[in-house]
T-cell receptor
């Protein structure tokens, strides 16, 4: 089962920041937080991942709380093309017995509106 | 670089028939995954290969599903015989060995009538 909880859906105005929350209260020390998104009729696309520090790349920023029990994905200037299902995934580091597989939940459907 | 290729993109069959899907991963990616995505749900891992060996097939319904990855490159996923509940999108993904992002193909949409 997925180890994360996300809102089912969210709306965001075009040009504004989209803040997508994720709860992962049972995360353990060797587990990373990953975000993927899936645009309609396409395969999932990697966005960003982190362990405990905040991370930023050209697509988004990831803010992880100090206790690591929740995180927020931030799309700084949402566009219509960012309309997609966003998946927050807790993934075990591959070096342990788990091979680091992705366990997807239901995700958050983000609708960016003009 | 070229992405993960899958074929066919769409397939319609009747229950109890057989079907096969093909995947060509990104060049150099040793790890290959097959996922099943039922409408309205997130993808579910069916099987993971590293080179041509199976790493995880715990969620693969082995009585009807089979997969192979000969020569550690291309892979095929077969369903025989298909059931109505197998209607889904079958996604193939690949990654470099280890703790790396997975790159997904466009998927094959299977409809079982």
């Amino acid at each position: 089962d997925a180890k994360t909880t996300q809102p089912t859906s969210m709306d965001c105005a075009e040009g504004r920041a989209a803040n997508l929350p994720c709860n992962h209260s049972t995360i353990s020390g060797n587990e990373y937080v990953y975000w993927y998104r899936q645009i309609h009729s396409q395969g999932p696309q990697y966005i960003i991942h982190g362990l405990k520090n905040n991370e930023t790349n050209e697509m988004a920023s990831l803010i992880i709380t100090e206790d690591r029990k929740s995180s927020t994905l931030i799309l700084p200037h949402a566009t219509l093309r960012d309309t997609a299902v966003y998946y927050c995934i807790v993934r075990e580091y591959y070096g342990s017995s788990n091979t680091g597989k992705l366990i997807f939940g239901q995700g958050t459907t983000l609708q960016v509106k003009p | 670089e070229a992405g993960v290729a899958q074929s066919p993109r769409y397939k319609i069959i009747e229950k109890r028939q057989s079907v096969a899907f093909w995947c060509n991963p990104i060049s150099g990616h040793a790890t290959l995954y097959w996922y099943q995505q039922i409408l309205g749900q997130g993808p579910k891992l069916l099987i993971q290969f590293q080179n041509n060996g199976v790493v995880d097939d715990s969620q693969l319904p082995k009585d009807r599903f089979s997969a192979e990855r000969l020569k550690g490159v291309d892979s095929t996923l077969k369903i025989q015989p298909a059931k109505l509940e197998d209607s889904a999108v079958y996604l193939c993904a690949s990654s470099l060995v280890g703790f790396r992002e997975q790159f997904f193909g466009p998927g094959t949409r299977l409809t079982v009538l």
